[in-house]
């Protein structure tokens, strides 16, 4: 009688369980995504700072956070906060979709322009005069939008594929290709 009780007990707890790690499998599973993403981001990061470091004899770490808070055509962005703090956002669904196109071409482009922001600062701090640019593309406005042939030489320095002002479609498409 004990042995039934038990059974039925063990039976019920088991199903429980299932019902519970069924109910939060895409959580868990998002979560794993989440963190091989980022894990493949970090190997890539550290190839563009060794880079940095070769190229311009100093490297910085720049936060990167995976968003899905950017328009669908936006892969990227690098901002420039009031307390001079940067920070590189990526749109998750795009990282998620064509991980490989961000790893050869977004991330040391996004690079460019926080290695650009961190130069300005530099001299910002050093000469006292203001050459900050709060948002790269947002507030930006000159004949370059922050693509000027100083830009496309770093992120060629840094490591980029394709050193151009805007993703194209076909680009990354082609990526996903091969």
């Excluded at 050459?131 to 004949?143: D, I, W």
Aim: net charge positive; aromatic share 10%; glycine share 4%.
């Amino acid at each position: 009688m004990l042995t039934r009780k038990f059974k039925i007990m063990f039976a019920s707890t088991m199903f429980a369980s299932a019902a519970i790690l069924a109910s939060n499998w895409e959580k868990i599973n998002e979560n794993y995504e989440t963190d091989n993403l980022y894990k493949k981001i970090i190997l890539k990061e550290k190839s563009v700072l060794a880079l940095m470091q070769s190229k311009y004899g100093f490297q910085f770490d720049v936060p990167i956070i995976l968003t899905k808070q950017l328009e669908d055509n936006v892969y990227g962005v690098t901002i420039c906060d009031k307390d001079d703090s940067i920070k590189i956002y990526l749109n998750k669904k795009i990282v998620q979709n064509n991980l490989d196109y961000v790893l050869d071409t977004v991330i040391p482009h996004e690079y460019a322009h926080a290695l650009m922001f961190k130069q300005k600062l530099l001299a910002k701090n050093r000469d006292g005069y203001a050459l900050r640019v709060r948002q790269v593309g947002l507030t930006h406005k000159s004949k370059h939008d922050g693509h000027n042939h100083i830009w496309q030489k770093t992120c060629k320095d840094l490591g980029g594929d394709q050193c151009q002002k805007f993703v194209t479609h076909k680009d990354a498409k082609m990526s996903q290709l091969f």
